[in-house]
Structures are given as structure tokens and as C-alpha cells.
């Protein structure tokens, strides 16, 4: 019996450090260079910092280049201003989410469309799929399905079950799906609903969560896992920037694809770069893309590096930290930065809470005090002493005094995608 292969591309995944670092730099050189002469966007970008590409050769020489933002470059800027090929060879258009912003339209060229397929293939080959499994992306992204169908695994249509949860759930277990994609917010709901309808999932066919698109609180991750007898694992990417990084069986952190990437954590309020250890604003430079350069591309995505350490897994690529918010959701409060995630861990301790939650900005700048609004489930009885507990919990657990606001399970409202948790309720304008 052959034994099965442990990488998806082991000469890629286990490189030396030295290997890897001049592959990213070999890269790097061909990127900057491209995306000057191709692109009007960047060529303006580079001469307005007073930067030509024979002066980037290092992977230190990146900091002298300009950061890209978003919502004030990317989304301004003409899509054939954007572009290094000619339009015609564009063979997929996507968008991101406009979670933070108008949707920014993403461009690849049939090469690039081929590339982000095995990076995607990777990705869920790290996390543990292999061509054995059905698989059921819940996500609604192409991208994401066409990885696995790359791979080799079954995979259920994004259409099947047509968007109704009921169906999609009777659909997996008709067919014995053992990998579920989804939002992890979203797969306690999907567990919930399963065990209404009768399923028994702890038992079932299911024995791996990939999850993606938003952080999630630790405790929930264990309860369910303990709960439903599955292996949860977190995949990093975005519809702008394809893949980033996985988690691996060793649990610690997400792998970085550094010959894809080329990963910097600033502070996102001076744009300074951090060192390994210290938390901020992920920034990405694309080593792969065809049609779209992504050079010092600010991701809005609050991570850090980890400090390096060889992985149990052999894979030596350095590990980023779980991405733990957007830097737009952070709110101050007496010097601390406060993510939602921060005050899921607190609500997932409580047996008493709900899941859903609002943080409550009332003026602009630093707090004095973090205001909350969560649900409470219908047997609580003293919500008084409720409010109390959490309150001193989040004084024990982040050093903050707060607010707390508690109201009837459902009043939230219960999301189909990404839950708003940061509601300001000043003017911004």
C-alpha cells in the first residue's frame, strides 16, 4: 500500500529559510519591476516616493515603498490603471465583501486563476482534506470550491440545496460530507439545526471544520469540538489577496505560503513595521499575480508573526498568528485596544450568553468606558447578577471597566454572513 504524501508540495514547503528568502527576493525584484512598467497606478506610486525598481532587491528594500490602502487607492484608482495585462486576457472577475467599504472589484488572468487554484489546493491539503473527502463549502466563493475540486475531493455545488440551510444540511448527510467550509460563527448554527432536524453529528460523518473569513473565540472552537467529536482548523485568505496561510495538525498558528507572499505587520495607526511578536495590521506583497500587482497592500487584518520555531508538521515556513479582527473594529478604552473577539472569549465563558453581541461606540477617540450589548438565553432568571458577572469579567480579563446591556436572545438578530459587532452610534461625518 503506497504511502500517502504528507505536502501538497514538499520541495516548496519544508525550503530552508535561506532557500525561501531568496525566492521571495527573486520574486520580489520581478514584482516591483512589472507592476512599474505595466501598471499606471504603481508607476505613479513609485515615483511620487522617488522609488525605481533597481532599488529594490532585498526583502528590507520593501519598507522604502509606499503602503497601499484599500479604500483610498485601490477602490479610486480605474481598473486599467490597475492592471498589467491587457484586459481581454482577464478571465475572472471577483469583489471583495465591502464589509469596510464599497466592494473592490479583483482581477485574474487565466495564469493567475491556475495559480490561485493550487494555492487554494494547498491550503486545504495543510489543513488536513484529501481526495478521499466530500466536501460542502458553505461560503458561496468559487475560489474556495474549485481548491478542493483541485485537490481531488468531492465537492457539493454551491448551488445545491439553493441557499436553504435545511436542505444543504439533509443534502450532507445524504451524501456523508466529511469536510465542512464555513464561517465559524455560522457551523454552531449549522450543528444546532442539524441536532432540531434529528441528525446525530457527533457521530456522523463530519470530522473536519475549515473555517475562514472572520476570528473566533477559543472557547468556542473547544466546545465545538468536544461537542461534536470534529477537528477545527483555520484557514487565512482573502478574495483580494488568495491565500495566505493555514493551520497545520500542530495547531499553532497559520503556516504563511512565504514563495507566494511576502508578509509585514505595521501599526496601523503610523504605518510603522513591527517586529516578530508584536500585534497589528497585516500588510501583504503578492509574489504570484499576472493581471493585478499587490505590493504593501494594507489587509485591514489584525495579526502578528510569530517568533520563529521549527513545526512538528516539517514545514518551515513561519507562522502568523489567528487573525483576531479588522483594525477598524478596534475600539480604545483607557489606553487598550479592544477587538470583538476579545469580548467573544467573554461571552463564550458564559454558559448563560448568547453568541450574538454589539460593541456600542457612542463618541469618536478613546473611551472611558467599553459599552456591550448582549443576549441573555430565556432561563436566566436574576439578570442582575448576570450583568455584574460579566461586567467584573471583563474588569478580571481586560482591565476595563464596562457597560453591560442585556436583552432577550434573538433581539440581534441572527446573520446570514459576517455579524456587524462594532456599532457607532455618533455621526462619522
Known amino acids: 500500500m503506497a504511502k500517502e504524501r504528507k505536502y501538497w508540495n514538499e520541495e516548496l514547503e519544508t525550503m530552508s529559510l535561506d532557500d525561501l528568502r531568496k525566492l521571495q527576493e527573486k520574486r520580489l525584484q520581478e514584482t516591483v519591476s512589472r507592476a512599474y512598467e505595466k501598471t499606471k497606478f504603481y ?27 484599500s479604500s483610498e487607492d ?126 446525530d ?48 495538525e500542530s495547531g499553532e498558528g497559520l503556516h504563511t505560503f512565504l514563495d507566494l507572499v511576502i508578509t509585514e505587520i505595521i501599526d496601523p495607526e503610523t504605518g510603522e513595521v513591527l517586529t516578530p511578536g508584536q500585534e497589528g495590521e497585516l500588510v501583504i506583497t503578492l509574489l504570484w499575480p499576472d493581471a493585478t500587482p499587490i505590493i504593501r497592500y494594507r489587509t485591514g487584518d489584525v495579526t502578528k508573526i510569530l517568533p520563529y520555531e ?46 450574538d453581541y454589539q460593541i456600542l461606540v457612542d463618541k469618536p477617540g478613546e473611551l472611558e468606558v467599553l459599552k456591550v450589548k448582549m443576549e441573555y438565553k430565556p432561563d436566566v432568571k436574576d439578570r442582575k447578577a448576570l450583568k455584574k458577572r460579566v461586567e467584573d469579567a471583563f474588569k478580571k480579563n481586560l482591565s476595563v471597566e464596562s457597560d453591560v446591556e442585556l436583552v432577550p436572545m434573538g433581539t440581534l438578530g441572527r446573520e446570514k454572513f459576517k455579524a456587524t459587532r462594532v456599532i457607532r452610534t455618533y455621526d462619522e461625518n
Open 43 to 69: 508607476r505613479q506610486k513609485f515615483d511620487d516616493a522617488g522609488i525605481k525598481p533597481s532599488g529594490i532587491n532585498t526583502l528590507d528594500d520593501l519598507q522604502k515603498l509606499p503602503l497601499i490602502h
Open 201 to 248: 453529528i457527533k457521530n456522523g460523518s463530519i470530522r473536519l471544520i475549515s473555517a475562514l473569513g472572520e476570528g473566533w473565540a477559543e472557547a468556542y472552537k473547544r466546545r465545538v469540538e468536544d461537542e461534536y467529536n470534529v477537528t477545527l482548523r483555520t484557514l487565512y485568505g482573502s478574495v483580494d489577496a488568495g491565500l495566505i496561510g493555514a493551520q497545520c
Open 74 to 199: 485601490f477602490r479610486k484608482a480605474p481598473i486599467p490603471d490597475r492592471l498589467a495585462v491587457p484586459f481581454e486576457e482577464v478571465k475572472y472577475l471577483e469583489s471583495s465583501s465591502g464589509t469596510t467599504g464599497v466592494p473592490m472589484a479583483i482581477l485574474w488572468s487565466g495564469k493567475d486563476w491556475k495559480n490561485l487554484m493550487d494555492a487554494e489546493a494547498r491550503a486545504r491539503w495543510t489543513l488536513g482534506t484529501r481526495p478521499s473527502d466530500v466536501v460542502h463549502v458553505l461560503t458561496g466563493f468559487p475560489c474556495c470550491q474549485g481548491g478542493y475540486q483541485h485537490l481531488g475531493a468531492m465537492v457539493m455545488a454551491l448551488s445545491a440545496g439553493r441557499g436553504v440551510l435545511d436542505n444543504q444540511i439533509k443534502l450532507g448527510q445524504m451524501v456523508g460530507v466529511s469536510v465542512l467550509e464555513y464561517l465559524p460563527s455560522l457551523v454552531l448554527k449549522y450543528f444546532e439545526r442539524a441536532i432540531e432536524m434529528g441528525y
Open 310 to 355: 521549527p513545526c512538528p508538521c516539517g514545514r518551515t515556513h513561519p507562522r502568523i498568528s489567528m487573525v483576531r479582527g479588522r483594525a477598524v473594529q478596534i475600539t480604545k478604552v483607557k489606553g487598550k485596544n479592544i477587538l470583538p473577539i476579545d469580548v467573544e472569549e467573554i461571552v463564550a465563558d458564559i454558559p448563560e450568553l448568547e453568541s
